[in-house]
């Protein structure tokens, strides 16, 4: 691994500072990725701001019910909070689906939402990759890519983002909050990451310096009745190859609220406001929610590794969403 | 005091207990050191550069910035590196030239030969030093094509040859017509994909040179092997190399051979005179040491209305590397499985520009069995037989390919068991019929089978004064309990408690013990060890034949008993210690194992009479999601005959681990090799899906427990059987729950979308 300085800052501003007067440094909060990453020779700052310390570790109660999450919370005890359980359940179920134990244990709530992608091809050195290294090409375009990306693809990158957590914080309407020297900005997570167009090596819309102190979830009543549902090539420790954040309410054998994100199909937590669309006022029913997985899928560009995905994502779309109308059978 | 002899005597033997093992205490407090944990004052730390084309020549080497690199001593690289000798050419007559993992002489060449071939070694103060320092080699190549992609070269496959070992084909009657006439039939084609080794511990090796002198701390599973090829390689005598190699975090087939970095960090140490550790990184695994080929196989089956077979071809096409790599035994099941009149089996080959092939559990067998057994599953199905039924009208009364007798064949046995303890009659045969929830229920069944074999041994044993035993033999005790089974062994025929036996093994300097492969090496031993025993007592009983005060005096050594440490006839004789010590011996040793030319002669005299094997029934049940197609695997019974079982536990956690791994097989693992590139593309834990303890449900195993009158203590191994037939259990499992024959493995969830 390349050398490099390490930083230990005592407080948010002089974190911000760090980061704002050393070009090549970077936040690390509990360095799953970013240290894998630096091994690899793929991220080389040089200088390590250390974020470990930092009173960001709270969960906090917000007047409107809903709740903010430190950014460096670790995923096991955000998981673990009994008011995410009790109203955001799909978000506790997505974090228990991701990783190991040991990398929950670990695992920030920032670090998780800007971890990079798995794709193979982004970690091989030898490997041409556009978001590695801009212009050299993209070997997983007919390569090996049963796992990436089927939506808001380009000819430049079709890898996905491969968080869970993530997927339930875009369903949830979830809102991070950053800080940098130029003062405090609010994003919504559906909005951090980008599609990848001509600039995959552009992941976030987000500066470098700018460090993420918060997640705020707002009240979301519907999702008391939700759940995520991750599908991948073992039953634990593997990246989704597609996964769904639903959440619905049902009256009277008719939806009245419903929200909906894919996880494992594009370069971001996919928010499927088309289907959601569809799907609120019309019948509970199994037709019903395949129209609105299929509106969802019909932009869909597929390879011939990942096609099957399109099937995948409409399948569990509509088991997930049939678990929920029935009142939710277990994972 | 009358009670507690009458106990002791009807003591029940050590071999067919339940034994801890004897190096667990020292693995779970960390006091066991594996090959990377040897401290030497002054060790250097070696890293490898991989190169990044499939084939061609490097025609430039830029050392300047990892030479810059704070505490590197030293970047190797054809262009500076000492020359190793050549690997040296297989002969039958010296078994350790089969232990070239590849032919390359690695630093001694500017040719590339695979796609992560190591290329130079990095040797620095620290390890990170070392691999941040390896990742600054920059090396430019001169490309030439290469072939890597096994779909498009397998149309183009050649015939395998035979060897002595391994058949490459058989041909019984007129397949062809025969399955043209059969009234039923199955004709289908098969693939496997490569897969690679993932032992917990990476390959490591630490080498230390005295002059001439060489040890080298080694996981390995051929201790004898790495010292003479090292000897050779290195040019030094073979009594002037020391391997120690008593700990092996798992190796199964992957530390057979002798890889890139066991000889690079030996060529390491000799050009910077210091003692260099060289640990293969995860990724470097992938790239330098062999995994199992990939296959594509046809089998054909014709049948009679009953369903007794007509006609049984089995073909195969596998991939060595073209600098290594060897034959996989992949049709060998269908020679012995199942009586059909016309049988044509045939093996072939194509060679890539790619690492290697080497041995991993059950070569050949662990994929052939997935094929053959799939077959036979969709023949019952074409018939509307059952499937265990199918194959007990098929069970043959001598080895179907040339009519040898079997030396021991349970397989009815092991059915019925094993259908018994599985609850088989519970199933619904009709596909899909059986559901939980939003769970397609499904139950398979299929046959394992490996050869049973024998290697040879030499194992010494020494008795002291004090009653202690101490069996000596370079064994490999990977973590299967190798070392508890012989300490187990000489406990009881030497009629001593097991506390008074130590067993050393694991060093060089110990009598050659036989390799750990094709699970013969506790069969093997047990050999050596008992003919050891035996002359051990008769030197013993030497003594005290005309020791005037001896009650064993005038009595004959075939009359007495090995007990209560000593020997007895009836009530009268004396311990061991008693008898050294009137003889004022404070030991005596004993040594044996058959000579090379004629283990051979009699293996092959063997070989001519008998079929040897350990084989058994797995029957799986799974769950299929009927929206995503996941497929779970939620009960496992395996019932096995391996003739004699000498430690319950040991070997009930072998059985199971054979067929966790074999769950990998079926489900998850695939090495993805980039057809443009060769490289492998998910070199990682992450990527490459072995099972993970969710994927692994309750496993229950048993074994018939009769020994084979044909084998050292009736002994038929059981390292590999248990991996044999679990790929076709699982995927008959599917079929039964889906309806859906899955032919090409992986069974991953789209193939059944
Ligand atoms: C083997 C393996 C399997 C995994 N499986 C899964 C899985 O199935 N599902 C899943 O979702 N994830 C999985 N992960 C990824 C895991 O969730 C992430 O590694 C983890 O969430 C990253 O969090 P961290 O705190 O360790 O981040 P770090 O490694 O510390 O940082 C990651 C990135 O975020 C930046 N960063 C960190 N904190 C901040 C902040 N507060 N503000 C601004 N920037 C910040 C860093 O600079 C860096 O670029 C897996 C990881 C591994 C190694």
Redesign the pocket.
Known sequence: MRPFDYVKPADVAAAVRAVATAPGA????????????MREGI?T?DT??D?GG?P?DGVEELPDGGLRIG??V??SALAADQRVRGRYPMLSQ??L????AQ??N???????????T?CPYFYDQAAACNKRAPGSGCDALDGFNRGHAVLGVSEQCIATH?????VALAALDAVVE?ESVRGTRRIPVADLHRLPGATPDVEFE?AAD????AVELPPVPVAANSRYR?V?DRAS????LVSVAAALEVRDGAVTAARLAL?GVAAKPWRAREAERLLVGGPASEESFGRAADAELAAATVRPGNAFKVALARATIVATLRDLTHGGSTA | MTTKHAEVEQRAPYVGRAVDRLDGPAKVTGAARYAAEHPYPNLAHAALVHATVARGRITAVDTAAALAVRGVIEVLTHENAPAMKPAPALSMLNPSTMASGTSVNYLATDEVHWNGQPVAVVVAETPEAARYAASLVRLTYQESPAEVDFAAAEPNAVPQKNNPLQSAGADKGDANAALAAAPVRVDLRFTTPPHSHNAIEPHATTAVWDGDDLTVHEGTQNIAWVRQHLAQRFDVPARRVRVLSPYVGGAFGGKTMIWAGTLLAVLAARATGRPVRLVLTREGVFHTVGGRTPSTQRVALGADADGRLTALIHTSVARTGRVGGGPEQITSASRHLYAAPNIHLRQNLVQLDLVANTVMRAPGESIGTFALESAMDELAWELGLDPIELRMRNEPANNPVDGKRFAHRMLREAYALGAERFGWKERDPRPGAMRDGRWLVGMGVATAYHPAWQLPAKVGVRLTADGTVVVRSSLHEMGMGAATAQAQIAADTLGVPMEAVRVEYGDSDLPPGPGAGGSGQTASAAAALLAASHKLKRSVFALARHAPDSPLRGRRLDRLEARDGGLYEGSAGETYAAILTRAGRDHLEAEAGPGMLGFAAKMLRDRRNWVKAASGAQFCEVRVDQDTGEVRVSRWVGVFDVGTVINTKTVAAQLRGGIVMGLGLALSEETLVDRRTGRVVNA???ENHVPVHADVPRIDVDWLGDPDPTMPLGLLGVGEVSITGVGAAVANAVRHATGRRILDLPITLDKLL
């Open positions: 970077k936040f690390i909060g509990g360095g799953t990725n970013l240290v894998d990453l991220e700052p390590v701001v974020l930092l960001l950014a460096l670790r995923n997505a974090i689906s991701g990783a190991s990398l929950r670990m695992a920030t709530v920032g670090g998780n939402l800007l971890q990079r798995r491969p968080s869970d957590m993530c950053v987000l700018q460090l993420i102190t991750k991948r420790y593997a990246f989704a996880g | 990682s834990l992450a």
